[in-house]
């Protein structure tokens, strides 16, 4: 397929778990799509994969028929009803939980093959696991979700320092996700950021915030996607403005 440029490669990250990463994912990658642009989603929360059921689809061939299989990433591309395309992976599997450097290094070196699209989503496990480490140092960019609960932010500031300290990464974007309103979502930003300039020494950049809304469980519940099934919501026009934020950081 030809390209002109390689994908634009982006981690959606966090410090803990329940924040609300993969609704964040899939929701941007179909934002993005209905814009026009070609996206690829991979589920790289490897052990735990839930897009899928988000989805309510049921691939076939996923993540650990790549890695325990001859399949090559290419094989198990599926398309979705959100617009992009995904590579599911397997959940409640034990082996791909705990993947070797190797079988690792394996998928991220697929991924960098891959052509054919303007963006890849790496929907990430949480936390600092050497395997969540991986994909994220794979990224052009890395997108750290948090919400307003403080061990959000603790745990967040801690994945951002350990990416800096140990890797020497100084640029992460932040979405504050499920906040009452714009204040607090900007409020719990400059939180984290002034720790991130006070003790890292550099800024954080921020790229939105994401309302609470009814859509949001309905949708999950429906295994709908919560932009398309509620066009016209409040969420529908955050993701509009974080996907905008998005198709900068792929410009500059």
């Known amino acids: ?20 990463k993969t609704f964040i994912t899939t929701n941007l990658a179909a934002t993005l799509a209905r ?34 299989g001859n399949m090559h990433l290419r094989d198990v591309i599926i398309p979705t009803k959100g617009g992009f395309d995904l590579i599911p992976a397997s959940s409640g599997v034990r082996e791909m939980a705990q993947l070797l450097f190797e079988k690792i290094q394996i998928i991220k070196d697929m991924l960098l093959d891959i052509e054919g699209y303007d963006l890849i989503l790496l929907d990430t496990g949480a936390g600092i696991a050497e395997v969540v480490l991986q994909f994220n140092l794979l990224a052009n960019q890395n997108i750290v979700v948090i919400n307003k609960e403080l061990t959000s932010l603790t745990d967040a500031y801690a994945m951002v320092k350990v990416m800096y300290q140990v ?55 429906k295994q709908e996607i919560a932009v398309m099934s509620f066009p016209r919501s409040r969420i529908a026009n955050n993701f509009s403005q974080i996907s905008r934020a998005v198709l900068d950081l792929k410009k500059a």
């Not at 982006?10 to 410090?15: D, K």
């Not at 939180?191 to 991130?196: H, P, R, V």
């Open 35 to 68: 814009q026009g642009k070609k996206v690829l989603v991979a589920d790289c929360d490897l052990g735990l994969a839930n897009i899928d059921i988000m989805l309510g689809i049921n691939p076939e061939l996923n993540l650990k028929d790549v890695v325990f």
């Open 1 to 20: 397929m030809n390209t002109k440029s390689k994908p634009f490669i982006v981690s959606v990250t966090s410090g803990k778990g329940g924040v609300g």
């Open 167 to 221: 890797f020497g990464r100084q640029s992460f974007s932040i979405i504050a996700n499920n906040v009452p309103d714009e204040k607090n979502g900007l409020s719990i930003f400059k939180n984290i950021d002034s720790i991130s300039r006070r003790f890292l020494g550099f800024p954080l950049n921020y790229l939105g915030h994401v309302l609470q809304d009814e859509a949001v469980g309905k949708s999950v519940l």
